[in-house]
């Protein structure tokens, strides 16, 4: 945990990141920088894209607010071309700090920073496992961290994670993250429409959202569905990913597949959670899933895998946890809210009061602050 400080003078930051159109850095660094604004940090974004239009989605946030943003343009394999961009633009900027997000900063840049005597910082939001590629991915990451001047992890069991892994202890900090809200959810009828959904009754929505991949686990629901034949139960799934063939295949083959919705990648879909009457989030690891924060805001019933750091932003009191990869848990929670609207309903809204209590954005902001100007201390105290 960070511990307290006493604010001292402004701290320039450089978030350095290569962004995808959604995803748990995609809403952090919005909420670091933006809801930085007035306060004793001042932040630039730096953002790698690769060959094609710079005017990614991401950064009209940014650009929108008056903050600084730096695009690196570069071809997708160019490495060496991209270390010596970031290399001219830290010369040119000289930040105290840069914060990098995602393996690939973490693994290519952060040591250009480092090199030219720029303490580096780096958010972790989980190891995804996956493919012989990925992990040989986050196999280096985890090494380049153990070189970083700090590393926030954003749930307990990561912190543990990444000290088996070799980073240090004392640079460890662990901060969960906080909630940004950019947009009201929508209301019922507003957020059927948006997702093309028709308003059923008598019908019981389940909405998952995420990345269609093996570590958030969609083929859990998929099998929890086919035990819920008697329930008047359909699933939209909102994310896209290298699973959606596979869950397709198998949805038929267990005859689930009129039950099913598949949307795609939708954006600022956390503003279209009250279509359903459950939220799930089946996953297999996570750190603090922004998802499941947006599910708090709208006050949507929640079943959740209580993995990473899902117990540690909800009780029993605020969401039904299951274990992962527990199909049968999760039909039997799904059977549960809808049998059991009244308490259900008791548990969202206790969701959203302790959303309000515990995740707001200035202590989040401050613990973020308070690395920021100890690792520049301490990099003022190596140099002199």
Request: aromatic share 6%; with cysteine; proline share 6%.
């Amino acid at each position: 945990m960070v511990s307290s400080y006493a604010p001292t003078s402004r701290v320039s930051v450089l978030h350095l990141l290569t962004p995808a159109e959604v995803g748990g850095k995609e809403a952090v660094v919005p909420a670091l920088v933006l809801g930085a604004r007035g306060s004793k940090v001042e932040a630039r974004v730096a953002a790698v894209v690769f060959s094609g239009p710079l005017d990614h989605p991401f950064l009209a946030p940014f650009r929108d607010a008056g903050v600084e943003v730096l695009t690196i343009a570069i071809p997708r394999r160019g490495y060496l071309q991209e270390r010596a961009e970031v290399a001219r633009l830290c010369r040119r900027l000289r930040p105290d700090v840069v914060h990098t997000h995602g393996y690939r900063a973490d693994v290519l840049d952060a040591a250009i920073a480092r090199g030219l005597g720029i303490p580096v910082v780096s958010t972790v939001h989980g190891f995804t496992g996956g493919d012989r590629r990925n992990r040989f991915y986050e196999w280096l990451q985890r090494r380049a961290l153990r070189r970083f001047d700090a590393v926030v992890a954003v749930s307990r069991t990561l912190v543990d994670d990444l000290a088996a892994s070799g980073v240090p202890r004392e640079r460890l900090h662990y901060v969960q993250n906080a909630w940004y809200p950019s947009e009201p959810p929508l209301d019922r009828g507003a957020a059927c429409r948006a997702l093309g959904l028709g308003v059923a009754p008598n019908g019981f929505r389940v909405g998952w959202v995420g990345r269609l991949s093996a570590e958030k686990g969609p083929d859990v629901l998929v099998e929890a569905l086919r035990q819920l034949e008697d329930l008047p139960v359909t699933v939209s799934f909102v994310g896209a990913g290298p699973l959606r063939q596979a869950l397709e295949t198998r949805a038929a083959s267990v005859d689930v597949v009129d039950r099913i919705r598949w949307h795609g990648l939708v954006p600022r879909a956390g503003r279209l959670l009250r279509a359903f009457e459950a939220f799930v989030l089946t996953s297999r690891s996570e750190g603090t899933p922004i998802a499941l924060f947006e599910a708090m805001a709208a006050e949507v019933p929640i079943i959740a895998a209580g993995v990473g750091g899902v117990p540690e932003m909800l009780s029993a009191k605020e969401a039904l946890l299951v274990p992962p990869d527990d199909s049968h848990a999760v039909a039997t929670a799904l059977r549960d809210v809808f049998q059991n609207p009244a308490a259900a309903r008791r548990r969202a809204r206790a969701a959203r009061g302790r959303l309000e209590r515990e995740f707001g954005l200035a202590a989040w902001l401050r613990s973020y602050e308070a690395v920021y100007q100890t690792v520049r201390s301490k990099s003022g105290s190596r140099t002199r």
